[in-house]
């Protein structure tokens, strides 16, 4: 089983700034990972999939990099919707996994 | 618009069994696999089981043997039957549509129905 390790677990900002969110796999999944958003008490959104393409809806702020082991989620620019807990997962191979999620709130 | 609703989901005891349905609309249904993916209270995302659109099926370890996956293209609904519950079991579950065949990303979730296992 591939495991994720999400870093780091919490994210403290303000909106308006930069958020970079860190995933690494344990082997490499090639580009087949993806990112979703949760907030609480609804489901997980999708985000970005196959590392860097945005999902349908998806605001420019947010964008995907990295291949093999090592992904990058970046928001661009805080917004206030935007604080939530952040998921990686692959597909690479079954079971798909998820990491263990990085919370980003507000400062 | 694509819409999934679960539903089957409430308390039962440590050993008992539960089937959750998923009722899909607004996509051709038997043309996109379909997954279950549950979250433990407090917890993160575990996907459990997918099935294709010719029925082939995958288990995560921790529910194979106990849980069992189906769908009925003709009804538009996916199912999990889940049997031997225990209270590791206990979580919502969500059942997530695959974007396509090619591309396996969950790109529609439903609400979730929580399940709880406890005496």
């Known amino acids: 089983e591939i495991v994720l390790t999400q870093s780091p677990a919490t994210l403290s900002l303000s909106p308006g700034e930069r958020a970079t969110l860190s995933c690494r796999a344990s082997?490499?999944?090639?580009?087949?990972l993806a990112w979703f958003q949760q907030k609480p008490g609804q489901a997980p959104r999708l985000l970005i999939y196959?590392?860097?393409n945005r999902a349908t809806g998806i605001p420019a702020r947010f964008s995907g990099s990295g291949s093999g082991t090592d992904f990058t989620l970046t928001i661009s620019s805080l917004e206030p919707e935007d604080f939530a807990v952040y998921y990686c997962?692959?597909?690479?191979?079954?079971?798909?996994?998820f990491g263990q999620g990085t919370k980003v709130e507000i400062k | 618009e694509v819409q999934l609703v679960e539903s089957g989901g409430g308390l039962v005891q440590p050993g008992g069994s539960l089937r959750l349905s998923c009722a899909a609309s607004?996509?051709?249904?038997?043309?996109?696999?379909m997954s279950w993916v549950r979250q433990a209270p407090g917890k993160g995302l575990e996907c459990i089981s997918f099935?294709?659109?010719?029925?082939?099926?995958y288990y995560a370890d921790s529910v194979k043997g106990r849980f069992t996956i189906s769908r009925d293209n003709a009804k538009n609904s996916l199912y999990l039957q889940m049997d031997s519950l225990t209270a590791e079991d206990t979580a919502v579950y969500y059942c997530?549509?695959?974007?396509?065949?090619?591309?396996?990303?969950?790109?529609?979730w439903g609400q979730g129905t929580l399940v709880t296992v406890s005496s």
């Open positions: 997530a549509r695959d974007l396509s065949t090619v591309t396996r990303v969950f790109d529609y």
């Open positions: 607004g996509f051709i249904f038997s043309s996109h696999s």
């Open positions: 099935i294709s659109p010719t029925s082939n099926t």
């Open positions: 082997q490499s999944v090639s580009s087949y």
């Open positions: 196959d590392a860097s």
């Open positions: 997962q692959q597909r690479s191979n079954w079971p798909r996994t």
